[in-house]
């Protein structure tokens, strides 16, 4: 009989990648026993909250510039796209792990019907993208006297 050192992080790993492979993603592959150094595909995260006059969405968007960004509103759709460029290879460094993710991204959320995009703010700082999003006036209801005949 033989004995096996248990590691519970490689069964964490492998419940990762059977997540991964259901849903879809790439995620680190493995070359004989060691992790390849493989970029997956990314999506930044968001966070998204209402008060009574509008919507914020924030996005993070670390080290990526502003000018990297675009956010376009099209008949009720928010579009926040760009990309997180790869440093170049630097002769002499050598990578031993690469985790964090690179190259180009699209979010897309469908936006209430009152919504004012015409008055919709960004602002970028420290890699948080912040969308404001007002809400429109919305009608007051209007009370109709039924008479009764």
Do not use: C
Not at 47 to 70: G, R
Not at 80 to 109: N, P
Not at 119 to 137: M, N
């Amino acid at each position: 009989m033989n004995l096996v050192r248990w590691d519970p992080f490689r069964e964490l790993e492998e419940v990762s990648e059977q997540l991964n492979r259901v849903l879809g993603r790439r995620g680190l592959q493995r070359e004989s026993g060691k992790e390849a150094l493989t970029i997956a595909d990314w999506v930044p995260t968001v966070d998204i909250s209402e008060t009574e006059d509008e919507y914020l969405i924030k996005a993070e968007l670390p080290e990526i510039k502003k000018e990297d960004v675009k956010v376009t509103l099209d008949e009720g759709v928010l579009t926040i796209q760009g990309e997180r460029k790869q440093d170049k290879e630097e002769k002499g460094k050598k990578y031993h792990r690469v985790e964090r993710s690179y190259g180009r991204f699209v979010r897309r959320f469908a936006l209430p019907d009152y919504v004012d995009d015409g008055k919709t703010t960004a602002e970028f700082s420290d890699g948080v993208l912040s969308l404001h999003l007002p809400k429109a006036a919305k009608a007051k209801p209007k009370a109709i006297e039924v008479k009764v005949i």
